[in-house]
């Protein structure tokens, strides 16, 4: 009975301290690759937005998010540095998830009838 409490401390805090761990480690991953970027660069930032470095400061990114639309983002706002595989990745993602376009439920041919016999109307005054 006496064990159970330092037990029940080891069994709290060890996987606590691995946690803290694991997190650390992501962290200075983060920071490296913020630290390595490069003019070129394909990112995508925290908020979701694509972009290429076109300028870098020691704080802050210039991103070009369009054709002559350039931004200036802190560089703790880089996410990700985007490569050729991540967004072949995607794209075949949203290809699966979009619907085939012949892939639509038939639809009744008096259904459709009903539908284009009724006028369509729509009202701007009240009445």
Do not use: C, H, N
Not at 36 to 42: C, F, N, P, S
């Amino acid at each position: 009975m006496e064990l159970l409490f330092p037990l029940l401390l080891v069994a709290l805090f060890v996987p606590m301290f691995l946690g803290v761990r694991r997190q650390k480690r992501e962290s200075e991953k983060v920071a490296a690759m913020q630290e390595g970027l490069k003019i070129g660069d394909a990112v995508t930032t925290t908020s979701g937005l694509y972009g290429t470095v076109v300028d870098l400061d020691e704080d802050t990114v210039d991103l070009e998010i369009a054709e002559d639309v350039v931004t200036t983002w802190l560089r703790k706002s880089i996410l990700t540095v985007r490569t050729e595989e991540t967004e072949a990745d995607e794209s075949a993602e949203t290809a699966a998830e979009e619907p085939a376009l012949g892939a639509a439920e038939p639809v009744d041919a008096a259904e459709r009838a009903s539908e284009t016999d009724a006028p369509s109307q729509t009202r701007l005054t009240k009445d």
